[in-house]
């Protein structure tokens, strides 16, 4: 039995802004489910009700840059789960609106010092609960430095056993701050300090990470290739190369009980199956007839759920003006429906394309019923991706028989196998550019296959439906890595 800390700045259901806080509740419950002692540290911000949670006699004395900072511990439970969740309550760092800042494009002018309380914290926590970890497992930059300080400190004070593991979401995002921030993580900086901390002029919580983790993983085997490249890598490429090695993709699973055509709550009384299908066509009625389209079953219905922002493909799909999107829309035999919310530009442009065309319709925001009614109601489901670390519609897409219709990079790259006529094998479209022509002659290809191959489309579905991404298959994953 492996114990085993979580140390995240977000979990689902207490605070998500991304996959993130998805994958640390899902690997986790999925862990504690085989067998091993499994513990999750957070902060508690502000909107996380601690009445219901249990708050322990003892506070943490914390040593951040030159004094202590004192933190309450509360603990809760993951849902449908015996994994415990520890909470580090302190109203200055976390008693406020946001997580990391209070707009997504600024973060928290103090989030050097919040985050590496949460990073020391962790190992204050294992003392109080005379519990040590065979492993530190830290996501993304936020907890990063919880690797530094294990290297750097902790080993020599009772975690010499313990392992530090590093798992990257999103490597472009690294917790950059001002040198003088170095401080919260050490005290006196040397030059082998500095190295350690410090990119291009600033303190870089990913780099410590990247640097001192024994193993590091990203959330795709893809992914784990391509930011060992320039264009991937975010300035971190050439540091990952020297630790190829010790890189290692390993995919997200996803949680069957939530999406899943035969058992979802928000398609009822329509759910249907691989074997029993009919009731697909009962959603995509409804979906069209909500979303104002006209109610067409010949006409082939793609749906986008995202955020817009760059890394979605927003600029090439969106472009203001007669852009890709207004062409297919203009050109093609095809309904679009779009969820969304991110930079008020694209916000704009999909209202004028919604009031401007028959055939394409927006919400503006997110709603999870309509995500589940988009996932399942439509025929295809588009991800032009700059980048995608591993994606996850793209997987509830295949469940539901929605053909996905991806770029070829990261995750969508590993679980989207691209339709190939002569063969009849595919599970999707796949392109390679991420340019207006490619995309708006990927459409076009999708939509004839749909009007010429009708038998190929049902049978790639069949496929699409049987494929299966299971959190149980990541987990022994990471339980491999954790035992080298």
Same mark, same amino acid.
Not at 178 to 186: C, I, M, R, T
Not at 211 to 224: E, G, L, R
Not at 283 to 299: H, R, S, Y
Not at 444 to 462: A, C, G, N, P, Q
């Given at each position: 039995?492996?114990?085993?800390l979580?140390?995240?700045?977000?979990?689902?259901p207490?605070?998500?802004?991304?996959?993130?806080?998805?994958?640390?509740?899902?690997?986790?419950?999925?862990?504690?489910?085989?067998? =091993?002692d499994?513990?999750?540290?957070?902060?508690?911000?502000?909107?996380?009700?601690?009445?219901?949670?249990?708050?322990?006699?003892e506070?943490?004395?914390? !040593?951040?840059?030159?004094?202590e *900072? !004192?933190?309450?511990?509360?603990?809760?439970?993951?849902?449908?789960?015996?994994?415990?969740?520890?909470?580090?309550?302190?109203e200055?760092?976390?008693?406020?609106?946001?997580?990391?800042?209070?707009?997504?494009?600024?973060?928290?002018?103090?989030?050097?010092?919040?985050?590496?309380?949460?990073?020391?914290?962790?190992?204050?926590?294992?003392?109080?609960? =005379? !519990?040590?970890?065979?492993?530190?497992?830290? =996501?993304?930059?936020?907890?990063?430095?919880?690797?530094?300080?294990?290297?750097?400190?902790?080993?020599?004070?009772? %975690?010499?056993?313990?392992?530090?593991?590093?798992?990257?979401?999103?490597?472009?995002?690294?917790?950059? %701050?001002?040198?003088?921030?170095?401080?919260?993580?050490?005290?006196?900086?040397?030059m082998?300090?500095?190295?350690?901390?410090e990119?291009?002029?600033a303190?870089?919580?990913?780099?410590?990470?990247?640097?001192?983790?024994?193993?590091?993983?990203?959330? $795709?085997?893809?992914?784990?290739?391509?930011?060992?490249?320039?264009?991937?890598?975010?300035g971190?490429?050439?540091?990952?190369?020297?630790?190829?090695e010790d890189?290692?993709?390993?995919?997200?699973?996803?949680?069957?009980?939530?999406?899943?055509? @035969?058992?979802?709550?928000f398609?009822?009384?329509?759910?249907?199956?691989?074997?029993?299908?009919?009731?697909?066509?009962?959603?995509?009625?409804?979906?069209?007839?909500?979303?104002?389209?006209?109610?067409?079953?010949?006409?082939?219905?793609?749906?986008?759920?995202?955020?817009?922002?760059?890394?979605?493909?927003?600029v090439?799909?969106?472009?203001?003006?007669?852009? +890709?999107?207004?062409?297919?829309?203009?050109?093609?035999?095809?309904?679009?429906?779009?969820?969304?919310?991110?930079?008020?530009?694209?916000?704009?442009?999909?209202?004028?394309? $919604?009031?401007?065309?028959?055939n394409?319709?927006?919400?503006?925001?997110?709603?999870?019923?309509?995500?589940?009614?988009?996932?399942?109601?439509?025929?295809?489901?588009l991800?032009?991706?700059?980048?995608?670390?591993?994606?996850?519609?793209?997987?509830?897409?295949?469940?539901?028989?929605?053909?996905?219709?991806?770029?070829?990079?990261?995750?969508?790259?590993?679980?989207?196998?691209?339709?190939?006529q *002569?063969?009849?094998?595919? +599970?999707?479209?796949?392109?390679d550019?991420?340019?207006?022509?490619?995309?708006?002659?990927?459409?076009?290809?999708?939509?004839?296959?749909w009007?010429?191959?009708? @038998?190929?489309?049902?049978?790639?579905?069949?496929r699409a439906?049987?494929?299966?991404?299971?959190?149980?298959?990541?987990?022994?994953?990471?339980?491999?890595?954790?035992?080298?």
């Amino acid at each position: 039995m492996k114990k085993i800390l979580m140390v995240t700045s977000e979990a689902v259901p207490f605070a998500k802004t991304g996959g993130l806080a998805d994958v640390v509740s899902a690997l986790s419950t999925e862990l504690k489910k085989l067998g =091993h002692d499994v513990r999750v540290l957070m902060p508690r911000y502000y909107h996380i009700d601690r009445t219901v949670l249990k708050k322990h006699d003892e506070a943490l004395g914390i !040593w951040l840059g030159r004094g202590e *900072e !004192w933190t309450a511990v509360y603990e809760g439970v993951l849902p449908e789960s015996e994994v415990p969740v520890y909470f580090l309550d302190h109203e200055r760092f976390f008693g406020r609106d946001g997580i990391y800042g209070h707009r997504a494009d600024e973060g928290f002018k103090d989030n050097a010092a919040r985050y590496s309380l949460l990073s020391r914290g962790a190992f204050q926590l294992c003392r109080m609960l =005379h !519990w040590t970890p065979d492993v530190v497992h830290c =996501h993304d930059w936020p907890s990063a430095p919880a690797c530094y300080l294990l290297k750097r400190e902790e080993q020599d004070k009772g %975690f010499k056993n313990t392992k530090g593991i590093l798992t990257i979401h999103n490597i472009g995002y690294q917790g950059e %701050f001002s040198l003088d921030d170095a401080v919260y993580l050490q005290p006196e900086i040397d030059m082998l300090n500095l190295s350690t901390l410090e990119f291009s002029g600033a303190l870089n919580f990913l780099k410590a990470g990247i640097i001192t983790a024994d193993k590091i993983t990203t959330v $795709s085997p893809t992914y784990a290739e391509e930011i060992k490249r320039y264009d991937f890598g975010f300035g971190m490429d050439g540091l990952l190369n020297y630790r190829h090695e010790d890189l290692q993709g390993i995919l997200n699973g996803i949680d069957y009980k939530d999406w899943n055509p @035969e058992t979802d709550k928000f398609i009822e009384p329509d759910n249907f199956s691989v074997n029993k299908i009919s009731g697909k066509s009962a959603v995509k009625k409804k979906l069209q007839k909500e979303m104002g389209l006209p109610v067409n079953q010949k006409i082939p219905l793609v749906g986008i759920v995202t955020r817009l922002v760059d890394q979605k493909g927003i600029v090439e799909l969106f472009r203001p003006g007669f852009g +890709t999107m207004y062409s297919i829309c203009k050109d093609m035999n095809v309904q679009f429906v779009i969820l969304g919310s991110g930079e008020s530009w694209c916000e704009e442009e999909l209202n004028h394309l $919604s009031a401007e065309l028959p055939n394409l319709s927006v919400y503006i925001g997110y709603n999870n019923r309509l995500a589940h009614m988009i996932e399942a109601g439509a025929d295809f489901f588009l991800m032009p991706s700059r980048y995608e670390p591993c994606g996850l519609n793209q997987i509830y897409s295949l469940s539901y028989g929605t053909l996905p219709i991806v770029r070829n990079t990261g995750g969508l790259a590993d679980t989207v196998e691209n339709y190939d006529q *002569e063969k009849g094998t595919g +599970t999707g479209f796949v392109f390679d550019d991420l340019r207006p022509d490619v995309i708006y002659n990927v459409m076009k290809w999708v939509v004839e296959t749909w009007e010429e191959r009708r @038998e190929d489309i049902r049978k790639m579905r069949k496929r699409a439906m049987k494929k299966r991404f299971s959190w149980e298959d990541s987990a022994r994953e990471y339980l491999k890595l954790y035992g080298e």
